[in-house]
């Protein structure tokens, strides 16, 4: 049937290559960003959170511009593929200057530099979310590409989460022993991917896609509960193994749970063009945006609040884990940064859209369709709910491991007591909200192809 295509492995692969990119750029903000300011630039942990909040506020503002602007707008080089390119050559830029310390202390220079590359992350991120849905109606296509995309992406917070920190003590002035606990640690919340994305869709066909979603956010909630507990006992690291045990677990949860919900997303843009005839997928997918945004927006003003909160003090650097030389932090994002940019170009050469919008129905396209399709559209509310929860429990973790790993004892109490709730009881909470909101999600797998079938059959007899 028309729009129903299958896609070679490579097409799959190339679409994968960029959630990849992303990750490598935007996942060593996400973990490495928050710590280099504090540790690092000189910025106080309440100034830092106050800046992360400001900037997912102008993000609600622009997003909306954004979704609106690529569904009304069909550049030369791709609908959606276009701005792989167009938009990723200056985030590359941002992103490195963003780790560097020539204005070290310049609150200034930190906002400039930090808001221009989350507005250019979502000019790449709103238009390669549309791009999922624009290859294939094919829901069984959908669920390989996504897993395909998310084992990649992961591949990607792999490579920042373990292996920034021997990058940086690489790069760093002799720093003596490679930080490989922290390292392991941080590794660990990727690594499940290797393992249980790739399963994601047999898992889904045993057990069902809610019952899959309750089945990890519980596995995610027990390994937290576990690391707690654990370093609660003692040092972390005299009992680093069942930290690592504790944090597979929790990763695993975490990774396909929240992995697997960009799968939805087509499945609300479908959803959207069944009940109003226009496929407005950038559209839907800058209200995506907004909502994951403003989950990193709780996500990244609470580490700095609690770390403010507790009495947080940088660990001098001879008893810090990771280096304090701001010239390996610079190269480091420098190779990363680089590598990402390549990662976009190979994504480009590799998509190319299929289902999108007739050009009288772009035309019509306005920002307040964006809150129209949010009102009417129950699906895409709940999605989008998921979503707040889910990231906002990401960029809190996230943030936090760093802090957790680098030598959390030398912390007065209510400092190590603050981090410990960033790592696992405010995450834990999190997720139990997450699984109330997903148990309100109606679309089945079996009305989603009946969807998709209407609608191809309504085109077909236009």
């Not at 008893?319 to 190979?346: C, Q, R």
Request: aromatic share 12%; net charge neutral.
């Amino acid at each position: 049937m028309e729009g129903f295509y299958k896609l070679s492995w490579l097409q799959r692969l190339g679409f994968g290559a960029g959630d990849l990119a992303q990750n490598l750029i935007y996942q060593t903000i996400c973990m490495y960003l928050l710590f280099f300011y504090t540790d690092i630039y000189g910025l106080d942990a309440g100034s830092a959170a106050t800046m992360f909040l400001v900037v997912r506020l102008i993000d609600v503002l622009w997003d909306p511009l954004v979704g609106t602007y690529v569904d009304k707008h069909n550049p030369r080089w791709g609908k959606y593929r276009s701005y792989l390119v167009l938009a990723g050559l200056p985030l590359t830029g941002l992103a490195i200057l963003c780790f560097w310390n020539g204005f070290s202390g310049s609150l200034l220079y930190a906002y400039v530099t930090y808001v221009g590359l989350s507005m250019l992350y979502t000019l790449i991120n709103v238009p390669y979310g549309a791009l999922n849905s624009s290859l294939t109606r094919d829901t069984d296509e959908i669920t390989i590409l996504t897993s395909v995309r998310m084992f990649m992406a992961n591949c990607g917070g792999l490579a920042v989460s373990a292996g920034v920190p021997i990058l940086v003590a690489m790069l760093a002035a002799p720093q003596g022993e490679l930080p490989i606990e922290l390292a392991l640690f941080m590794g660990l919340g990727s690594l499940p991917s290797f393992i249980f994305m790739p399963l994601v869709p047999a898992i889904k066909r045993k057990v069902g896609k809610k019952n899959m979603f309750y089945i990890f956010l519980t596995v995610a909630i027990v390994g937290m509960a576990m690391l707690y507990i654990i370093s609660k006992s003692g040092p972390v690291e005299e009992n680093i193994t069942l930290v690592y045990v504790a944090q597979f677990i929790k990763s695993t949860g975490v990774i396909v749970a929240t992995g697997y919900m960009w799968a939805l997303i087509p499945e609300v843009i479908s959803f959207a063009e069944y009940t109003t005839g226009r496929r407005i997928a950038g559209i839907v997918n800058a209200l995506t945006g907004i909502f994951y945004k403003a989950g990193m927006a709780l996500g990244g003003v609470v580490p700095g609040a609690i770390l403010a909160y507790t009495g947080y003090q940088p660990a001098a650097a001879g008893a810090s884990t990771l280096p304090k030389d701001s010239s390996a932090w610079f190269y480091a994002m420098l190779i990363y940064a680089v590598i990402g940019m390549a990662l976009l170009i190979f994504c480009f050469s590799q998509t190319k859209e299929r289902v999108v919008m007739d050009e009288a129905a772009t035309k019509d396209v306005k920002i307040s369709d964006l809150w129209m399709e949010f009102f009417h559209n129950r699906p895409l509310r709940i999605v989008a709910l998921f979503f707040i929860t889910a990231f906002a429990m990401m960029s809190v973790g996230n943030a936090a491991g760093a802090y957790f790993m680098n030598n959390l004892e030398a912390q007065t109490p209510l400092a190590q007591e603050g981090i410990r709730w960033l790592v696992c009881v405010i995450p834990a909470a999190m997720l139990l909200l997450a699984m109330y909101i997903i148990s309100k999600y109606e679309l089945t797998d079996e009305r989603i192809d009946e969807i998709n079938r209407e609608i191809t059959n309504k085109q077909q007899k236009k």
